[in-house]
């Protein structure tokens, strides 16, 4: 089981980005999925998740600016992010509760002014 995030970067604040967490092992659709993201000092905090049934949250502070989605021809759970603030600079992580929990390694998200 593996989950490997990519697409951060650094961009202005009203940017956007799209992350991407590839997934080896099992199928995400199979899987509860979430993001994660942890600012430097700081604890983890719950970004968004999407169930195996499709349910889908969001965390207030991203709702209307983060849309969460799977796509299942790639195996990928995916995080598109507009709007982006200066408070949105974290490292991101996906993980999934299947396998008593597993987590990738992460992706640095850099917002500025």
């Known amino acids: 089981v593996q989950l490997v995030e990519s697409g951060g970067g650094s961009v202005q604040a009203g940017g956007s980005l799209s992350l991407s967490c590839a997934v080896t092992?099992?199928?995400?659709?199979?899987?509860?999925m979430e993001w994660y993201r942890q600012a430097a000092g700081k604890e983890r905090d719950f970004v968004s998740s999407?169930?195996?049934?499709?349910?889908?949250r969001y965390a207030d502070s991203v709702k209307d600016r983060f849309t969460v989605s799977r796509d299942t021809t790639k195996n990928t759970l995916l995080l598109q992010m507009n709007s982006l603030q200066i408070d949105d600079t974290a490292v991101y992580y996906c993980?999934?509760?299947?396998?008593?929990?597993?987590w990738g390694q992460g992706t640095q998200v850099t917002v500025s002014s």
């Open positions: 999407i169930l195996r049934w499709g349910r889908i």
């Open positions: 092992g099992f199928t995400i659709s199979s899987c509860d």
């Open positions: 993980a999934t509760t299947c396998f008593g929990g597993k």
